[in-house]
């Protein structure tokens, strides 16, 4: 079964533009749950997507936003981009029915701002 | 606020040896518990799970889980350098909760 992927693996931007990441589940999973992982400090939850709908939502500025697709693929976005955004964004996706359930991550995105 | 604690590190072993991670939560009423490994500029990929208080055993790597006194450590046996890693300790709590919440990690270096 193929893993979680995750396009582009390697960003630059410039500050004040936006970005699209794109990420594709594991088949049949239905969460997928974005992060956003600097060495400052290490692996923030941005927001999780359930059945296209925004399940949970870290503490992250509403230039965050993202979406899910109807065969769960999800997109996040990040407007008017800022250099202390520059970090590596990761995907996870799971089966997404709660309680014990394991989280597998895609290879992520790393995004310089410059 | 939920709170995963684990010693930054580095945590630094001899090859061969014994490395001993150990993680700490605030919630009480976690149920669920994994350790992922991540090497350097690399995504985070699950080494172990455990629920239940106890060893739990996976080849060279053992985790053990007490409720009690809220923690979750991770032991590895006869230790290589590609062991060398930062190891992330993650936590689920009850009650259908969908995210874990992730410690910040420990670095281990194993020395030949």
């Known amino acids: 079964k193929a893993g979680v992927t995750q396009t582009p693996r390697y960003l630059i931007k410039t500050r004040g533009q936006q970005v699209t990441l794109s990420c594709s589940p594991i088949?049949?999973?239905?969460?997928v749950s974005w992060y956003q992982q600097t060495p400052g400090q290490g692996l923030q939850f941005l927001f999780e997507?359930?059945?296209?709908?925004?399940?949970n939502k870290g503490n992250f500025p509403g230039r965050f936003s993202g979406r899910q697709f109807s065969n769960s693929r999800s997109e996040m976005n990040v407007s008017t981009l800022e250099l202390g955004d520059s970090a590596l964004y990761l995907c996870?996706?799971?089966f997404g029915a709660g309680g014990q359930e394991t989280q597998y991550f895609g290879p992520g995105t790393r995004l310089l701002v410059l | 606020q939920k709170e995963v604690e684990q010693n930054s590190g580095p945590l630094s072993v001899p090859e061969g040896a014994i490395a001993s991670l150990n993680c700490t939560y605030s919630?009480?009423?976690?149920?669920?518990f994994f350790w992922y490994r991540q090497y350097s500029g690399k995504s985070p990929e699950l080494i172990m799970s455990?629920?239940?208080?106890g060893d739990k055993e996976d080849g060279r790597f053992t985790a053990q889980l007490n409720k009690a006194s809220q923690y979750v450590s991770l032991l590895i046996r006869d230790s290589q350098p590609s062991d060398s890693a930062t190891y992330l300790c993650?936590?689920?709590?009850?009650?259908?909760?969908?995210?874990?919440?992730f410690g910040r990690g420990t670095s281990l270096i194993v020395h030949p």
């Open positions: 996870a996706s799971s």
């Open positions: 088949s049949g999973h239905r969460s």
């Open positions: 997507y359930f059945s296209e709908t925004q399940r």
């Open positions: 919630d009480r009423v976690s149920q669920s």
């Open positions: 455990i629920y239940s208080n």
């Open positions: 993650a936590v689920h709590a009850s009650g259908g909760s969908y995210i874990p919440t």
